[in-house]
Structures are given as C-alpha cells and as structure tokens.
C-alpha cells in the first residue's frame, strides 16, 4: 500500500515561489505517476502537475503551465512541486496523488491522496 506524505506549507508572500514535498513509502514509486492537486475552499479539486516515475516525463494542467514546475529525486523517492509568483488565488489545500502507471499522458487519475498540506499566500 503506498502512502503519501506532504510537507513544504505554510504562509507564503504574494510573488514568492513555494517549493512543497511529497515523500512516497511501502511501495516502489517506479510503478506510479505522481502529481499534484489543490483544492480552495468551496472549489472542486484541481489538477496541476504530473510526473511518471519511470519515465520522467511531465504533464501540466493549462492553468498552471509555465508557472509550475513537477520534478522528482529517485535517491529520496520524493516528488516536488514548484510554483512560482504565487498569489493569494493560490491559497489552498495542496494534495499529492499517484496513479499506478508506468505512462503518463495526461490529467493524473489517482489511485492514492497524501492528506494534504494547507498553503496560505498573503498579500
């Protein structure tokens, strides 16, 4: 059973870049696509980014491409999310996800959520 565990929240200066960190346990990430949601109050779950594990190849929701950036160290079986010149709009639950697959095409359909990790972006 793989487990998920965010890290990397907090409050965050409007313009900033954030960096959040999500660290993959009790099985072989090299079988997934891991990715990034988000989710702000009242709002329906977004999809931002993902990486397939084996093969490294990234996809983007178009919301967020060119601001975001998916990236993965396979010594840590860690996977980031960085997101640069945040705005307020940005503040929101951050969730990592994996979809147990080895391609990765385009929006992540997951089969396993990290709990979450609460970013606040102040103006």
């Known amino acids: 059973q793989l487990k998920l565990v965010e890290s990397g929240g907090g409050l965050v200066q409007s313009g900033a870049s954030l960096k959040l960190s999500c660290v993959g346990s009790?099985?072989?990430?090299?079988?997934?696509?891991v990715g990034w949601f988000r989710q702000s109050p009242g709002k329906e779950r977004e999809y931002l980014g993902a990486i397939s594990w084996s093969l490294g190849n990234t996809h983007y929701a178009d919301s967020v491409k060119g601001r975001c950036t998916v990236s993965r160290d396979n010594a840590k079986d860690t996977v980031y999310l960085q997101m640069n010149s945040v705005e307020p709009e940005d503040t929101a639950v951050y969730f990592c996800?994996?979809?147990?697959?080895?391609?990765?095409?385009?929006?992540?359909?997951?089969?396993?959520w990290g709990q979450g990790t609460q970013v606040t972006v102040s103006s």
């Open positions: 009790g099985d072989s990430l090299s079988k997934f696509a």
């Open positions: 996800a994996a979809e147990e697959s080895l391609v990765l095409v385009t929006t992540l359909a997951p089969d396993y």
